[in-house]
């Protein structure tokens, strides 16, 4: 009865479950089954005197390492609490009333949540393709701004570069912003950071949380105009001036100059899901194979629901998602090639027993 009528009809996202740390094998929320960059733990260690200050207002130390990484200036570059908290950001900063955002009906369900949080307008694009889960480019700009996941989730493919680029374009002849989604494109997708300087409507969105194995530490980042990354700060600082601690600042920075070793770490994830994938089709499952760390799959003759139930008795986590039209589909993140050999092990027992049949 105290709750405001936005609070209480607004769906909140449901994050993946998070069980206790090492009580199953954990392929339900695409983190990356490998360490973060050894340079982590002393940035850490050696900021921690610094904890009776408050931080860096736009954690400018982090930011000048993505600028110079990126070739950018650190007026192109905002930092966040994650991701999710940059793409929140994205919605007050570039929508309203009138400035309506548009974003696939199969995509990152964030998405929802964060327009009707900030009260705009929003509508969803059908998807197209044999199996419903292609982006109808054409029908996503059919009006206002867009949100867009390159590569998407939970499909896992991508669109080239160049549908990009004239999406950019299209959009800024409407005096609209496109906001792309990176989370992913470092496990087979193509940056629109090349774009940058080109549109000034384009902002591209990056997490620490996947390639830098740092889902822990909340850290993620958006590259654009200056006028795009001045619109983020504003509403940062309407809201939580200081949204990264100065241990993540120092974390995040010691991650991202270490550019070899997240590099390493995510080719040895994308060598891993192509011979997975090999597997799973051998085993039955149907589905495209992925541009990022997990796959989007169904099996040919056994309900998901059984599957997902199946896999979770024997202590291995995937994801599932309630939707009708997704119902049969696991979305399995690549963990280690151990976790994923036992998952193997796993699936070919609950295969041969039969089970509900479609
Ligand atoms: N975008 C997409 C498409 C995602 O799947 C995720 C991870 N759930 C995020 C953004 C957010 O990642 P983070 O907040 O950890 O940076």
């Known amino acids: 009865m105290f709750l405001s009528k936005k609070i209480r009809t607004i769906e909140p996202y449901v994050p993946g479950e998070q069980p206790r740390p090492g009580s199953m094998i954990k392929l339900n929320t695409n983190e990356n089954p490998y360490p973060p960059s050894k340079a982590v733990k002393g940035a850490i260690l050696a900021e921690l005197e610094n904890l009776r200050l408050y931080p860096e207002i ?56 964060f327009a009707q949080f900030f009260s705009i307008p929003y509508s969803t694009a059908p998807m197209k393709g044999e199996d419903g889960l292609d982006i109808d480019v054409e029908a996503l700009l059919s009006g206002g701004g867009v949100v867009l996941a390159n590569p998407n989730a939970p499909s896992g493919r991508a669109l ?43 902002l591209v969105v990056r997490t620490l949380s996947k390639d830098h194995s740092l889902a822990g530490l909340r850290v993620g980042y958006a590259l654009g105009d200056a006028g795009l ?43 891993t899901r192509d011979w997975f994938y090999a597997e799973a089709m051998k085993r039955g499952f149907i589905g495209q194979n992925s541009k990022t760390n997990f796959l989007f799959l169904r099996h040919g003759k056994k309900q998901g ?23 049969d589909y696991l979305r399995i993140s690549i963990g280690t090639r151990e976790q994923m050999e036992e998952l193997l092990r796993a699936l070919d027992e609950i295969l041969n027993e039969g089970g509900k049949v479609l």
Request: contains cysteine.
């Open 229 to 271: 990354i001045e619109g983020l700060r504003r509403a940062k600082d309407s809201f939580n001036s200081y949204p990264l601690d100065c241990l993540a600042i120092a974390a995040a920075k010691a991650a991202i100059e270490d550019l070899e070793y997240a590099k390493a770490c995510a080719e040895r994830i994308v060598a």
């Open 305 to 327: 629901a059984w599957l997902f139930e199946e896999l979770k008795k024997r202590r291995i986590l995937v994801r599932r998602f309630g939707r009708p039209e997704i119902e």
């Open 58 to 113: 736009n954690a400018e130390r982090f930011i000048q390492s993505v600028a110079e990484i990126e070739g950018l200036r650190p007026e192109n570059v905002f930092a966040g609490n994650g991701s999710d908290e940059v793409l929140s950001f994205c919605f007050p900063a570039f929508f309203d009333e009138k400035r309506h955002v548009r974003f696939p009906a199969l995509s990152y369900s964030f998405y929802p949540s």
């Open 160 to 202: 080239p570069l160049a549908t990009v680029r004239s999406m950019a374009e299209t959009l800024l002849a409407r005096g609209e912003v496109l906001v792309v989604d990176e989370a992913y494109y470092a496990f087979g997708g193509e940056s629109a950071r090349p774009l940058i300087e080109e549109f000034p409507n384009l």
